[in-house]
């Protein structure tokens, strides 16, 4: 596609057309990168989100255009949201692209506007999902957050802290009955990451999730996806380790290996093996 059939999209709005077209023609990023530079405004929301999407599926080919993002968001702070979501899901797989960006993220955590310490948080959480030595500076205020009154905000915190407790447990171990609190109210769309980091510290601490099973084995009758399959993956790490914590669940997840979502089957599938490893 030419750079002018790629701007008259964006100008007709066709967003899921540019997305299509960059999929199928991954050079299209370099263009992209130059028109965010230069597009007006609310072309150039689209094109954070674009980038974002695409990002987090095919990272190696975006790495070389987040400076690119940065220098819009250095001259245009009001695209900082945007830009932000979309910034967590190009450099959380490389270490020096995520040392650039913390920064930023870090002064964002201390802003007025809640939404912006909202995002901040979800790509705080990104990054210290796979690199836990760039976040751990910024773990003092993501638990601040869960104090907050404003239940997003809260939930933020908790869910960037249960991102970088799946694989650094010991980071969160302290903070675990913050996390159960705000469990506690979390609504479902918004609490996997959490119920993620149930099943990191039950594999690490078993005794520590040990009071929380029945609420993990709760989720197992949720209608929200993301959720139910969270607390199979969740329950059947547990299970690796502590095979009786989840003798509870196995009559749900067995149910579960019947599930019309592929996914949600497999992973019931993976819990009941696991507990028999």
């Not at 979309?86 to 913390?102: G, P, T, W």
């Amino acid at each position: 596609m030419s750079p002018a059939g790629l701007e008259t999209l964006l100008q007709e709005h066709k967003y899921g057309a540019v997305s299509d077209r960059l999929y199928e023609e991954p050079a299209l990023v370099a263009e992209l990168a130059k028109l965010l530079e230069t597009s007006e405004q609310a072309t150039q929301v689209a094109i954070l989100n674009i980038l974002g999407r695409y990002g987090f599926d095919h990272p190696e080919n975006v790495y070389a255009y987040t400076g690119s993002v940065m220098k819009v968001l250095n001259e245009k702070p009001e695209l900082k949201s945007e830009g932000t979501c979309a910034l967590a899901n190009l450099v959380f797989n490389f270490h020096d692209r995520s040392a650039e960006v913390m920064p930023m993220l870090s002064g964002m955590l201390n802003e007025e506007d809640a939404f912006l310490r909202e995002d901040a948080a979800y790509a705080i959480g990104n990054i210290g999902f796979r690199f836990p030595d760039l976040v751990q500076e910024q773990i003092p205020a993501l638990v601040r957050m869960l104090d907050s009154g404003d239940d997003d905000e809260r939930e933020a915190g908790a869910q960037a802290l249960g991102k970088i407790g799946i694989n650094s447990p010991e980071l969160v171990k302290e903070i675990f009955p913050k996390l159960v609190e705000v469990l506690e109210h979390a609504k479902e769309a918004s609490c996997g990451g959490i119920i993620s980091a149930f099943g990191a510290l039950g594999f690490n601490f078993p005794e520590l999730v040990k009071a929380q099973i029945p609420r993990l084995v709760a989720y197992l009758d949720s209608q929200n996806p993301v959720t139910l399959k969270n607390a199979v993956m969740a329950l059947g790490i547990i299970g690796m380790t502590s095979p009786e914590l989840i003798d509870e669940a196995v009559p749900m997840l067995e149910q579960l290996t019947h599930h019309p979502d592929k996914e949600i089957s497999l992973n019931a599938m993976v819990a009941i093996s696991r507990r028999e490893v």
